[in-house]
């Protein structure tokens, strides 16, 4: 029969995943309420990063005279004052998210080759929600007290790996989103004999592929001159090449005859990602002629462009829309598995059996207002891969954040090519992706 609902445990806040919900919220699956939850943990963090980021945060700890140690020297432990220079700006931003990548690291490892809720860990996995939130405060406020030295160049080149794997995953999600997108809107058309659908999808290809050129266009005139910016010049022309070329084979006959639902719709968004991608690359170029972003304070309290350091503008436009596509993303991921096989396979989750969701339609009515088991046979996501995806997103947050910019001398942040060389690079990777999957069902049959 149909599993009854899991018994409330004394405390919700110990408890499994089943507390969480009240009887005003629908049913969901375990499964779902968990990875939600992780993401807030997440989520709190960045909002934590934001706070430290923001403009008079630090008159403020100075108000409290048992928290700050006057001065920049080294954390006074012992007299229980600590510098607030590490609570205060990009070196408070890297150990918030060293925090939680160190907390969601932890439960990549714990959670390897979990196969089912009846795997003990499973129940660490789904429940013990006060005592996880526990274990997250205790590693941020440790790592408040790791000194200087190193940690911060080190910890930059760790996120710019971090934040590279992300990139592609997001890329992923894009391109699985387009690809459900238009096989649905092309099956309603068949179903309702309308061509209303059919003009929607020509509608958000057009747009799209408008919102690109525009892009592409304000490019060429805010991050490039008719002397220098050479490099600018070649990541755009070569990157509005590519998405040519790829729009060009997703509308192959022989790529068409493959994979009917594909078409202009993946492409366009593709496009429009990839500009996305270079547009964060760009602003990441430490040349004050062609990266508007740039910033330094000089001594009088003027705010130049210049080559000896830059300040990180925390609220510029680029910071702004990788900040909102950041969440969408990790609550995409969090949410829902894929249609397609393929991508399922690829971020270790697995498609619902049509037995498997009739057995958990039953039990969203037995379970009104409650979360239910729906893995008791077998998870429906790896869970170790999640954490792995938490890392990255962690990762990626923190460079976003500061804008890639590297820490240097006296606590300033400088650009590098090392961040537009990783974009860059990121944005081929994508597109190359996405290649391989329009021409994949040619070149392997099977």
Not at 68 to 76: H, K, N, T, V
Not at 401 to 420: C, D, F, H, Q
Request: proline fraction near 5%; charged fraction near 10%; charge should be neutral.
């Amino acid at each position: 029969g149909v599993p009854s609902c899991p018994p409330l445990q004394a405390s919700c806040l110990c408890g499994s995943a089943p507390c969480i919900l009240c009887s005003c919220c629908p049913s969901s699956p375990n499964s779902t309420v968990t990875r939600l939850i992780f993401t807030a943990f997440l989520f709190l963090g960045v909002l934590v990063s934001v706070i430290m980021l923001s403009p008079g945060v630090e008159s403020q700890l100075y108000k409290l005279p048992w928290v700050c140690e006057e001065g920049a020297g080294p954390p006074a432990v012992l007299q229980g004052h600590i510098d607030c220079g590490s609570l205060l700006g990009h070196r408070a931003v890297y150990r918030m998210c060293f925090a939680t990548a160190a907390f969601f690291f932890l439960f990549t490892l714990l959670m390897l080759c979990v196969r089912s809720s009846r795997d003990p860990r499973a129940a660490i996995q789904n429940g013990f929600w006060f005592f996880k939130f526990l274990v997250l405060v205790g590693i941020t406020v440790g790592a408040f007290y790791i000194p200087d030295g190193s940690f911060s160049n080190v910890w930059f080149y760790c996120g710019v790996v971090g934040s590279f794997l992300f990139i592609l995953i997001q890329l992923v999600l894009f391109i699985d989103f387009a690809h459900s997108w238009n096989q649905r809107w092309l099956g309603k058309a068949e179903e309702c004999d309308s061509r209303a659908w059919y003009a929607g999808l020509f509608f958000f290809t057009l747009l799209f592929y408008t919102l690109s050129i525009a892009a592409v266009t304000l490019l060429f005139i805010y991050y490039t001159h008719p002397g220098p910016c050479y490099e600018g010049k070649v990541f755009i022309g070569l990157n509005l090449t590519l998405c040519v070329c790829v729009s060009i084979v997703a509308v192959l006959p022989k790529v068409q005859d493959a994979q009917p639902n594909s078409g202009l719709l993946q492409a366009s968004v593709i496009t429009l990602y990839t500009t996305f991608v270079t547009w964060l690359a760009l602003s990441s170029v430490p040349d004050q002629k062609c990266n508007p972003h740039l910033l330094t304070h000089l001594s009088n309290g003027t705010i130049l462009a210049g080559p000896e350091g830059y300040e990180t503008h925390w609220w510029d436009a680029p910071s702004i829309v990788g900040l909102i596509i950041f969440i969408l993303c990790t609550v995409f991921i969090s949410l829902r598995s894929s249609d397609h096989r393929q991508v399922n396979n690829l971020m270790q989750t697995e498609e619902c059996p049509s037995a498997l969701e009739a057995t958990q339609q039953q039990q969203v009515a037995t379970c009104g207002g409650r979360a239910f088991d729906n893995e008791h046979d077998g998870v429906t996501y790896s869970y170790s891969f999640f954490h792995f995806c938490l890392v990255l997103a962690s990762l990626h947050i923190m460079m976003t954040l500061t804008n890639w910019y590297r820490p240097g001398e006296a606590r300033k942040m400088i650009s590098t090519w090392t961040a537009v060389w990783v974009k860059i690079c990121a944005s081929w990777a994508g597109l190359l992706l996405y290649l391989w999957t329009l021409v994949a069902p040619l070149l392997l049959q099977n």
